[in-house]
């Protein structure tokens, strides 16, 4: 099974044991912690490892890896010599930033191909002169000399995504009449000089390659077939091996898709670009399951695929496929929330994997329990199944109370919108994990004081969850409901995306988000294909406003949502609704306004469901709350905490 993905792979002078790759990106952690990180997954079976953009000059932006100076090159012998054990082949991706991102002291310019904005940094760079164009092909040529003395298997050229290089490469970014500039053999003319000046130093045998585009994605600028020219004067060079992704920071849905694109969804203009060239070729953008990245291999789209969210949400992909245990797999679901999201908050995490970051810690779900207990978990969420999931793992005696007739909690109602699907597979997983590992799990049962008592735990975890309701008050006006909230025709979000019997829509739809989470975005994906026209009213600035970075965790959606006549009112509150209208209120200037309205969906802050937990209080029975019955509505953090409670049980 998977026979093409298992093959070994010949890129110049070193052999890569299997076709799974984990592309280039950034992690915000400590060296130390980035050792581990990358160690586990060499442990785990993947083939190639290329980290995350090294910058090659001190004008640029270096963090956490410095490669302008003799001080990286321990880091690599560390990093190598464990990853090496393992079978795992390492290159490093050398970059600089051009105008992307500010430069890391002051008074240091900006700087780029063209004097063109950057809409990452939003500062006009300098245009690069002849003189600061040869040193900065010298760095790079130094840079990848260090890479070679640190051990490291190969380099890889960044010349995607609107940094320096793309900024040459791209007819949108590349404005200059000189030798750089028309052309694109004077585009890649950048590029070809680094080449060069690496190969000077590091020999022909050492493997250089270069991570391009296949569409940039921005008006002006090239697609899959410019690009397609592109890689055929690049394997001229001679570069050793072609990764192709797409976008850039004009498109960042298209770079780092999300859970509402398909799988695989870069192939259709990235194939264009590997099948112009004989040299090996890697691709990426949501390649999720081993079927799908198995059938890109076999079916000669690419040589190898980059599978970095699904081998952060599970180290041991690779190893778990090879000995037959696929169903063990733990899922990634495409939310960016907790990987891509956590590089811009400095919390770099995972959704479905808690312990992603913190791999050189010693911290593990798999470490027995020094005392075997029995554990009582009440709610079957994403939550209650994590904690029942990781105290089975440690050895103890686990039962899971849940009073519906099914598991999954709010992740099945979310999940009942066709572009969220992909959120039922984590408890999908888990519920599959619970009944491998022993957890007695009981339905419909409703669990009070009385029922504690006669199970008599050693440990009780309430995951007791929220629930929505149109009755609470919103946030800019907490001591009363919104006026008109009985009314029939206003819904709370569960009426709508409740799977059994949704509620019908009028043709005139209003959403009042006052949460600017996930639950407004997925429900006004639920109702844009059910109503005529759809209204968002916002008390921030935007649906989706509070997820870490917007741009990689909710502009897919809204892109989707924006293929409808949908508006979108921000920085509003609701002061009362009526029979066929709402009357919102401007939050700064407090100025009103109405809007038609036939149906009003309010998507407001969950009430915490902790009358249990405060009868045990009351009665002084100890016991742990975690998930949405604390309060916080974040599916991150109510798995998290899941995992910590048990662990420490």
Not at 30 to 49: D, N, P, Q, T, W
Not at 211 to 217: F, H, L, N, Q
Not at 449 to 467: C, F, M, N, Q
Not at 604 to 631: C, F, K, M, V, Y
Request: proline share 6%.
């Amino acid at each position: 099974m998977y026979d093409s993905l298992f093959q070994p792979i010949q890129i110049n002078s070193v052999t890569v044991p299997n076709r799974i790759v984990r592309a280039a990106h950034h992690v915000p952690l400590s060296l130390e912690a980035l050792i581990g990180y990358h160690e586990a997954r060499a442990k785990g079976g993947v083939g190639l490892s290329i980290l995350g953009a090294a910058s090659v000059h001190p004008d640029t932006p270096f963090e956490p890896v410095a490669v302008h100076d003799d001080r990286v090159i321990p880091f690599y012998e560390e990093l190598t010599r464990r990853c090496d054990d393992h079978g795992m082949k390492v290159f490093q991706q050398l970059n600089h930033w051009g105008a992307a991102y500010a430069a890391p002291r002051p008074g240091i310019p900006l700087w780029s191909c063209s004097p063109i904005p950057n809409p990452r940094s939003g500062i006009v760079p300098r245009e690069l002169t002849q003189a600061k164009i040869a040193e900065i092909v010298a760095a790079f040529a130094a840079a990848a000399l260090r890479c070679k003395k640190g051990g490291l298997a190969g380099v890889e050229l960044q010349g995607a995504h609107n940094y320096l290089i793309n900024q040459f490469l791209s007819p949108a970014t590349n404005q200059r009449t000189d030798e750089y500039g028309g052309s694109v053999d004077n585009r890649v003319r950048f590029v070809r000089e680094i080449v060069a000046a690496i190969r000077q130093e590091v020999g022909t045998d050492y493997p250089v390659g270069v991570r391009i585009v296949g569409d940039d994605w921005i008006e002006g600028g090239a697609r899959a077939d410019g690009y397609a020219e592109v890689a055929r004067l690049l394997e001229k060079e001679p570069i050793d091996f072609l990764d192709v992704s797409q976008g850039g920071y004009w498109a960042f849905q298209r770079m780092m898709p999300t859970l509402e694109s398909p799988l695989a969804s870069q192939m259709p203009a990235s194939q264009v670009v590997t099948r112009a060239v004989s040299i090996p070729t890697i691709v990426t953008g949501r390649i999720m399951t081993l079927d799908v990245a198995n059938h890109i291999v076999e079916s000669g789209q690419a040589d190898m695929v980059s599978m970095v969210r699904a081998t952060i949400a599970d180290a041991d992909l690779v190893v778990k496929a090879r000995r037959g245990d696929e169903a063990r797999i733990r899922p990634c679901i495409g939310t960016n929330q907790g990987c891509v999201g956590g590089v811009a908050s400095g919390q770099f995490g995972c959704v479905t994997n808690a312990l992603v970051g913190q791999e050189s810690s010693g911290l593990s779900e798999d470490s027995p329990a020094p005392v075997k207990k029995r554990v009582l978990v009440v709610g079957g969420g994403p939550a209650g199944m994590e904690a029942a999931r990781v105290a089975a793992q440690r050895g103890h005696d686990v039962r899971l109370h849940e009073l519906r007739r099914a598991l999954g909690g709010q992740v099945v109602i979310a999940a009942s919108v066709h572009e969220r699907s992909d959120l039922a597979a984590l408890t999908q997983w888990q519920e599959s994990e619970m009944r491998r590992l022993g957890v007695k799990v009981v339905l419909r049962s409703f669990v009070d004081p009385d029922t504690v008592r006669d199970i008599a735990a050693d440990e009780v975890i309430l995951a007791t969850g929220g629930y929505s309701e149109k009755s609470l008050p919103q946030t800019m006006a907490p001591t009363t409901p919104i006026p008109g909230h009985e009314l029939p025709h206003v819904l709370s979000t569960w009426d709508v995306l409740d799977t059994k019997t949704p509620a019908a829509l009028g043709a005139r739809v209003v959403i009042f988000d006052d949460t600017a989470n996930f639950e407004a975005l997925t429900v006004a994906l639920g109702a844009v294909q059910r109503c005529e026209k759809l209204t968002i009213i916002c008390r921030s600035e935007s649906p989706g406003s509070r997820m870490p970075w917007p741009a990689a965790t909710t502009s897919a959606a809204r892109e989707k949502l924006f293929a409808h006549d949908v508006q979108i009112r921000p920085l509003a509150r609701l002061v009362s609704i009526d029979e066929s209208q709402v009357t919102m209120a401007s939050v700064d200037s407090g100025r009103t306004e109405q809007l038609e309205a036939d149906t009003v969906i309010l998507c407001l802050h969950h009430q915490p469901n902790r009358d249990l937990s405060d009868a045990l209080q009351e009665l002084g029975i100890e016991h742990h709350l975690i998930g949405d019955a604390t309060g916080a509505q974040d599916l991150q953090r109510a798995v998290t905490e899941a995992h910590a409670v048990a662990r420490a049980i």
